[in-house]
């Protein structure tokens, strides 16, 4: 009888799983975090930052009714969306335009690819590239390789990551307005005097230590002699998926560039190390064989970053 009774437990807490999974998976929620920053400027004290990541060609309720009510719902100044908004199985953009097609329009929007969108990020910033395309028909801008957003006399700098092209390829089809665009950002942002930075990354660049392959890329192919690689104040990441399978108590159990177990640092959420702080937004979608395609203790999200001052 008791060994009866705790087969129908086993069965009970299966099926409750089971659901409680289904359900997690289909919807969708706003993680609302607070990055906290001694030289952020005065003017953007509680400035919002709205961040959407790795859709990977999920929809949310038909032409993305239940993401757009919810983004609809918030306050934000500005949107940046971190890439990868098609998978390997799905790479249609209808999902990505049901999005771009109920965003409110009247807010700065800005975007970059991740490694599932294009061999080479910014190779394909022209016109004829399909996602270039896209996101121009809904005003939403290439975030390359800046922009500097004002607020009266102040302002902040969001720049794309340098180290982005190590793990591309076809970095020879960079057309020629790009690299001009390119170094007169670079010129101008050398001209200030220790702006507030932003880096916008798809891949997050870890923030506990330089990765060994990282530190031979920026010294041997960028020619950079400085020990630091953390050339940000605050840096909003996407691709790992937040670890996708999460446990409670053990967190990730598996993130894309971090393998098992990999912790928390660079896979999710905010962590700051000297005075650089990273926030790894879970994003929307899922990776990995049809039979993986769901998420476990990990309900998919957008970010919503407010910005303080000490």
Not at 8 to 23: D, N, P, R, S, Y
Not at 145 to 174: A, D, F, Q, R
Not at 213 to 241: F, K, Q
Request: aromatic share 10%; hydrophobic share 35%; no cysteine.
């Amino acid at each position: 009888m008791k060994r009866i009774k705790f087969v129908w437990i086993v069965i009970g807490a299966l099926i409750i799983f089971i659901l409680g999974t289904i359900w997690s998976n289909s919807h969708v929620t706003v993680d609302k975090v607070t990055l906290t920053h001694n030289r952020l400027p005065a003017a953007f004290d509680n400035y919002k930052i709205l961040q959407i990541s790795d859709l990977q060609g999920k929809e949310f309720g038909s032409k993305q009714k239940r993401l757009v009510k919810l983004i609809k719902k918030q306050q934000y100044d500005l949107v940046v969306f971190t890439g990868d908004y098609i998978s390997e199985e799905q790479e249609d953009l209808q999902p990505l335009e049901n999005l771009l097609k109920g965003m409110p329009k009247n807010k700065e929007m800005y975007y970059i690819l991740g490694d599932k969108d294009a061999d080479n990020s910014t190779a394909a910033l022209k016109k004829g590239d399909r996602f270039y395309d896209l996101f121009t028909k809904y005003n939403v801008k290439p975030l390359y390789p800046g922009m500097e957003i004002k607020k009266g006399k102040e302002s902040i700098w969001l720049k794309t990551n340098p180290y982005v092209g190590m793990n591309e390829v076809g970095g020879s089809e960079i057309s020629s307005q790009l690299i001009q665009e390119k170094e007169e950002f670079e010129a101008q942002y050398k001209e200030q005097q220790d702006p507030f930075t932003i880096e916008i990354s798809h891949r997050p660049t870890e923030i506990d230590s330089e990765n060994p392959d990282l530190h031979d890329y920026r010294i041997t192919t960028l020619n950079e002699r400085g020990e630091e690689w953390r050339h940000w104040d605050v840096s909003l990441n996407g691709h790992t998926l937040g670890g996708q399978f999460r446990l409670p108590l053990l967190g990730p159990l598996y993130a894309p560039n971090f393998g098992l177990f990999p912790g928390k640092v660079n896979v999710t959420g905010v962590h700051t190390i000297d005075n650089h702080t990273q926030y790894v937004n879970n994003g929307l979608g899922v990776s990995g064989p049809l039979f993986m395609k769901f998420r476990v203790f990990n309900t998919p999200s957008v970010g919503l970053i407010t910005l303080k001052t000490k």
